[in-house]
C-alpha cells in the first residue's frame, strides 16, 4: 500500500490494515482503489494520499528514528499480546537472539506478557501478535 504525499509524492508504504486507520481518522483519502474489491462499502484502496503535507525534514521518505515512547505511543500504550495498557517494550525477536532496536521488532507489551514471553519468539511462546508493529512516518503517527 503506497502513501502518497499531499503533493503526490510518494512517501513510504503500510499495510492495508494500517491505511484504512488512517483513511477513518481521515489523514488520508483513497488515491486510486481497486475498481471490483470492496471491504463492505468501501473501495479496497491502493494508493492513499495524505490530506496535509508533510515536510519530511531528514532524509524523504524516512519516519522519526526508534524510541521507547515512540512504540509505546505508536502501539496506543497497549499490549500487542493481550491488550492491556503497556509500559514496557518487548522484542518481537528478543535482543538476546538478535533482535534489534527497531520499529519492526518491537511492540508495547504489559510486564506481565513481557516476563511470560521472556526469550522466546511470538510463535514459540504461542502469544500471537494482536498488531503487527510498522515504521511510523511523522504525520499519519504521531498527529
Ligand atoms: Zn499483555
Partial sequence: MLVLNADCGPLHRVSLRHAIRMLFRQVAVVHEAEPDDRIGVYPVPTVVRL????VTR?????GPGWSRAGVLVRDGRKCAYCGAAASTIDHVLPRSRGGRNEW????????????????????????PLRTTPFAPI?????A
Fill in 138 to 142: 511523522w504525520s499519519a503517527s504521531f
Fill in 58 to 62: 531528514w532524509r524523504r521518505g524516512r
Fill in 104 to 127: 519492526l521488532n518491537t511492540v508495547a507489551a504489559c510486564g506481565r506478557c513481557n516476563n511470560r514471553k521472556g526469550d522466546r519468539t511470538p510463535a514459540e511462546a504461542r502469544m
Fill in 51 to 54: 490530506v496535509s503535507y508533510v
